[in-house]
């Protein structure tokens, strides 16, 4: 008798675990609406077998950031979103030149990340979320499910930049709006690099830049240390 209530007790307890474990909540997704928080900082390996997608910034990155890593970089001086699927002078994993797709076709990464908007400042945001999102598609089509895919916003220009040109505080703070909501929509990772380089007025610092928009060299490290620094662990 005494067994048989011991066992119906037993029962009755896993029965109400069942039913609170049910009721836990959920662990937390990724907040898709907020750039990418601090974390620990990575080796340079964390960009070994990745891809970079990117204009004359990225090409600095490339030249000046000491990053040992195997990066693949799919970068133009003057590319813009709207020119990078119809580009078809992009160094290829496998040689040669052609598009980026093709390009995505030859290799799988281990993550992309992408850097572009600034040779196309005075566009709408609606444009450059709708050209940013076919890039995005490109990637996912060619290259395995869910690999993670970071997104660069544009990096401050410099006061005197920024008041005499359309390379204004105003249009680099229109365009990152649209980025985040493409980052938000498409479920891509947000690195702020505004706030990486910008003072406290949200400018970039003359003494660091070269000409009021690309960055002095050693300014290049600053800019991977701060990526590496902002990671998501799949």
Known sequence: MISSLTSVFLASLTAVSLVLSSCQPLAASYDYTQPVPQSEQREDSWFDDSAVIGHSLMEGFEMFSGVDAGIHFFTNTGISAAGVLGYSQFDLPNGGAGTLETGLGQKDFSKVYIMLGINEITTSQEKLKT???AIIETVRANQPEGIPIYVLNITPTTEKKSGSSDFNQKNVKRLNEALAQVCEEQECYLVDLY?????????LPADISTDGVHLKSPQYRVMADYILSHTVEK
């Open 195 to 203: 706030s990486c380089f910008a003072d406290e007025n949200g400018y």
């Open 131 to 133: 050209n940013m999102a």
